[in-house]
């Protein structure tokens, strides 16, 4: 019976083996690679793989996109020898990371250099949970040349990067998942690297023309055509690839030039421009292409892949402009790495409960100034509902949402409380009955996955005959991403 038994549970965990690998952890790296190692790469069609290491360079798993169509997903192959190619990042909220290619069968030949319409473009969202969706297939970006990177807030709609022959090329944005179309947003400068979302802003990276670093796309997430590209950090010479934000006032950006000026470049805010402090670099030949990081204790760990003909993935602390930097893994034979993401912790928001009218309405209570992230400074907790002009309780509470509600005596009977609050903060509500409270989250790695919990008490003193005359909103579970 023990061995039957054991036998049954073998078989269980081998089917469940596939799913339960493919759990991404937060904290780790994933680094995108070009190759399965069987034959040379080349400019032909090739299989891209997501490794996952930790931090140290400990190897977890592989994930591999699509090669062939099946279903609605599309392949998700690129160029073996496209080093401006193969980019990946994270969705604001953390919950995908993001990857661009090409649906086109292994070997196809200069598949970069392939029209779009017959070679669709294809966006691959990937679940922390390992599921993959490269549904959205473009059929007019990029077309004759390369698709380089794609930026997302939720995974529900897209910003990609990449140059390609007229109308084609460019910043553009996608509308939806699954969607087979894009628009452009701007013909200020078309041939570009890198695109990604910060603090609310669309940035891309570029060396065309007088655009040799990072810039603005238009203001705020544009979804039009018309945008202005307006340029942030430049230099003479420089090659901006991938860039990375470690707060609003310092940026990092890869730069993949072996003249001695490659590397890692730290440029830093002086309340008017951005300005080059120094330059890390892994040593005097080698640049680098993709760049990801985390800050702790105000101190900067970043992850790079190198430009070294060995292809590998490198850390660095940034403990000023001579800080070395370590080799964590290097690529396997007939194999390169293109780019690497530290896996930030996802930001999420539920709401549970049950709310309390008054004489004013329901009150309602969410969220404002962007996703709960780390760093965000602008993130607040609102209130609605709640009568013009009059007061509103904000009740916080480090900590989860209690399943079960409870009574407040002297209220309405539907009046529940869902936590024990920590603080309790006062507000008059403006004239439509809205109301917000500042909430600014610190820029520390550490605090992903912290667990906040908000409810409104909205008060009416029309509700007479109650000592405490108050509707409630239902509560609301944040989880603080990084």
Known sequence: MHI???????????????????????????????GDGSAALSNAATARFLDEYTPAGVFVQTIALPTIASGGNRAVTDSGTATSNGFISQSVDGRYLLAAGYDAVVGTAGVTSSASASVNRVICRIGLDGVVDSSTAL????????FRSVASVDGTSFWTAGTGTAP????????????????QLSSTVTNLRCIN????????????????????VGTGLPT???????????????????????????????????????GIQKWTWNGSAWVLAYTLAP????????????????????????????????????????????????AATNTAFRDVQFVRTPSNLVHSGVACANNNGTPTVGTAGGQPVTGNANFAVTAGNCGAN???????????????????????????????????????????????????????????GLLLAAQVAAFDL??????????TSDALQITVGN
């Open 4 to 34: 039957l038994r054991s036998a049954a549970i073998s078989t269980t965990l081998a089917v469940l083996a596939p799913t339960l690998l493919a759990q991404i952890t937060p904290g780790n790296l994933l680094v995108s690679r070009v």
């Open 139 to 146: 059929g007019d970006a990029y077309t004759g040349n390369n």
């Open 168 to 183: 084609t090329p460019g910043a553009r944005h996608v509308a939806a998942l699954g969607a087979s179309t894009s628009t």
């Open 197 to 216: 979302i910060w603090n609310g802003q669309l940035y891309c990276s570029s060396s065309s023309g007088a655009f040799l670093g990072v810039s603005t």
């Open 224 to 262: 039009t055509t018309g945008q202005t590209i307006t340029s942030i950090t430049t230099g003479t010479g420089a090659s901006a690839y991938d860039f990375w934000f470690a707060d609003a006032n310092t940026l990092y950006v890869a730069d993949d030039r072996t003249n001695g000026n490659g």
């Open 283 to 330: 040593n005097a030949t080698t640049g680098c292409r993709g760049l990801s990081g985390h800050v702790q204790g105000g101190v900067a760990t970043l992850f790079a892949t190198t430009t070294s003909a060995l292809a590998e993935v490198v850390s660095v602390v940034d403990a000023g402009s001579g800080s070395p930097f370590t080799t964590l893994v290097t």
């Open 390 to 448: 009059q007061f509103a309780m904000f009740l916080l509470h480090g900590g989860p949402v209690s399943p079960i509600g409870f009574p407040v005596p002297g209220t309405p009977a539907c009046v529940q409380i869902y936590f024990l609050p920590d603080l309790l903060l006062f507000t008059l509500a403006d004239g439509a009955g809205a109301a917000t409270t500042p909430i600014p989250l610190p820029n520390s790695a550490s605090l992903g």
């Open 462 to 471: 029309s509700l007479v005959g109650f000592d405490i005359p108050v509707g």
